[in-house]
C-alpha cells in the first residue's frame, strides 16, 4: 500500500526553492559603519544615566550675572539764559571813499598802502600849477576891482556935495552912486573867484576825510584824475569799533514774543543785550559787543528783520566782509530742563526718547519733546520732571525692563565742547573714560 503524500510535505516542497538560494552578505564598511554607530548610542545612554542633578543652593551661572553698570544723571530745574545763533556779517564803524574833486595831474602818493592814517593826513599830490596860475589871476582882479571901487567911492562923495549947492545936476550924481555901488559889487565879485581859487589849490593836495586803514591805491604818479570820477582813488575803512548786520527770522521773533507774552521765558532787562561773536572757525571772539539797533521792517524778500550790533576791535581781528555767527540773548527760564544730548536717541518717526531709571532700578523708554540746543544739551519741553533719572551712557547695552546698576556722573559744563560720558561697565576693573578720553568721577558709586 503506498503512502500518500501529506500536505505538509507539498509546503516543504514549495519553500524549498527559497532556502536553496544562496547567503548573501552585507560589506565589510557597512558592517563597522553601524559598529560604530551603536558604541556612539551606548556612550549617550550611558553618560545620560549618570548625569548627577545640580546640588541644591547653586542656581546656574546665566543666573548670576551681575546688572549692567549705566552713567545717569539726575534732572534738575536750571535758571539759563537762552539765545539766538544768527548768522551776520562785519561792516566797518565808518568808510570813507577818496575821489578828486580837481582835473590835475598825479605827483605823488603820500601814504603806504594798507597804513593807518590820521584825519587830515596828506593822501596824494596833484599838480598844482595850473591852479595857482588861476589864484594869482584873481588876486589881480581883485586889486583893480578894489582901485576902481575906491575911485567911484570918492566921485559919488564929491558930487553929493555939488548937487547941494546945484554945481552938477541931480541925474550926475545918480550915475556916480550907481558906479561906486557897481564897483562894489566888482569887488565882491573878484574876492569870490580869489576865494574859488585858493581852494582849487588846496584840492591840488588830496587829505584823509576821517582816520582808519587804507586800502590799495588805484592810481600811481603820472595818472590822470577828473573832477567827480566813477572810480575812487583809494578808501578808507574806521575798523574800531565794528559794526555786526545780523538778520533774524520775523517767524522767530514773533515765536519770542509769545513765549514771553505766555510767561514761559522773562524779558531781559534794559541795557543788558550783549552778544557773543564766533569766527569763521568756530572760535569766540574775546570781546563781547551790545546790540545797537533792532529793526522795525521786514524784508519782503527774505522775510528777515536786521539789526545792528557794535563789537569793539582793539586788536584788528576783524575785517569788513567777515562772516561770523552772533548769540543773541531773547530771554530768560527760570526753570529749564536741560538733558546731555548724548542721551537723546530717536526712533523711526523722528521722535526724541530717553532711556529712565525707575522703581526696582528697571529701564524705561520714555519719549520727550526738545525745543532747541544750548551748547551740548537739549532743552526739553515735556516729558522729564525734576528727579528723573536719565541714563547718559551705556543706553547701548541695555533695552526697556532691564534692571541696571546706575552710577551717578559729574558732566562738564554747558560751554565745554566735549561732552562726557559715564562710566564704561565692559570691564569692572577699568577706570572710567569720558568722551574726550579724561577720567570721569562717579559722583557717588552704587550700592553692593
Not at 405 to 419: E, F, I, K, T
Request: contains cysteine; aromatic residues 4%; glycine residues 8%.
Amino acid at each position: 500500500m503506498n503512502p500518500q503524500p501529506h500536505d505538509s510535505d507539498h509546503r516543504l516542497t514549495a519553500l524549498s526553492p527559497l532556502t536553496e538560494r544562496p547567503e548573501r552578505r552585507l560589506p565589510s564598511w557597512a558592517r563597522w559603519s553601524a559598529l560604530t554607530l551603536s558604541l556612539v548610542v551606548c556612550g549617550l545612554l550611558a553618560s545620560g544615566c549618570t548625569e548627577k542633578p545640580p546640588e541644591a543652593g547653586k542656581t546656574p551661572a546665566s543666573a548670576t550675572r551681575e546688572p549692567t553698570k549705566v552713567g545717569v544723571i539726575t534732572m534738575r530745574a536750571e535758571t539759563q539764559t537762552l539765545t539766538s545763533a544768527l548768522p551776520g556779517r562785519t561792516s566797518a564803524f565808518m568808510s570813507a571813499d577818496i575821489r578828486p574833486q580837481i582835473n590835475g595831474i598825479v605827483q605823488k602818493r603820500l601814504f603806504t598802502e594798507g597804513a593807518t592814517v590820521k584825519v587830515g593826513q596828506p593822501l596824494y599830490q596833484i599838480d598844482a600849477a595850473p591852479y595857482q596860475a588861476t589864484e594869482a589871476a584873481a588876486r589881480a582882479a581883485l586889486a583893480k576891482a578894489q582901485a576902481q571901487a575906491r575911485t567911484a567911492e570918492v566921485n559919488a562923495t564929491r558930487n553929493a556935495e555939488l548937487v547941494r549947492i546945484d554945481a552938477i545936476s541931480r541925474q550926475v550924481y545918480d550915475e556916480s552912486l550907481a558906479a561906486a555901488q557897481q564897483t562894489a559889487s566888482d569887488v565882491a565879485v573878484a574876492q569870490a573867484a580869489l576865494t574859488t581859487a585858493r581852494i582849487n589849490v588846496g584840492y591840488t593836495r588830496i587829505v584823509a576825510p576821517i582816520s582808519g586803514r587804507t586800502t590799495l591805491s588805484n592810481v600811481n604818479p603820472g595818472g590822470l584824475v577828473t573832477a567827480n570820477q566813477v572810480g575812487v582813488l583809494t578808501t578808507i575803512s574806521q575798523l574800531d569799533p565794528m559794526y555786526v548786520d545780523v538778520t533774524q527770522s520775523s517767524s522767530e521773533l514773533l515765536q519770542l514774543k509769545r513765549d514771553l507774552a505766555a510767561g514761559r521765558f522773562e524779558r531781559l532787562g534794559a541795557g543788558t543785550v550783549r552778544i557773543t561773536i564766533l569766527l569763521e572757525d568756530g572760535k569766540a571772539y574775546p570781546h563781547p559787543g551790545r546790540l545797537q539797533f533792532s529793526g522795525v521792517n521786514v524784508n519782503p524778500s527774505t522775510g528777515a528783520v536786521t539789526l545792528r550790533a557794535v563789537v569793539p576791535n582793539p586788536d584788528g581781528v576783524l575785517m569788513p566782509g567777515m562772516y561770523v555767527q552772533t548769540l543773541l540773548p531773547t530771554g530768560q527760564s527760570s526753570d529749564a530742563l536741560l538733558v546731555p544730548q548724548q542721551a537723546v536717541t530717536r526712533d523711526i518717526a523722528g521722535k526724541a526718547n530717553v532711556m529712565v531709571v525707575g522703581p526696582n532700578n528697571q529701564v524705561a523708554r520714555r519719549a520727550i519733546e526738545v525745543e532747541r540746543a544750548i551748547g551740548s544739551r537739549w532743552l526739553v519741553s515735556s516729558g522729564l520732571a525734576v528727579g528723573d533719572t536719565v541714563v547718559v551712557d551705556g543706553f547701548q547695552r541695555i533695552k526697556p525692563g532691564d534692571t541696571v546698576a546706575p552710577q551717578a556722573v559729574q558732566l562738564p559744563s554747558s560751554g565745554s565742547a566735549a561732552p562726557a560720558t559715564a562710566p564704561r561697565a565692559s570691564n569692572p576693573g577699568e577706570t572710567p573714560k569720558t568722551a574726550a578720553g579724561a577720567p570721569a568721577t562717579p559722583a557717588s558709586a552704587p550700592a553692593r
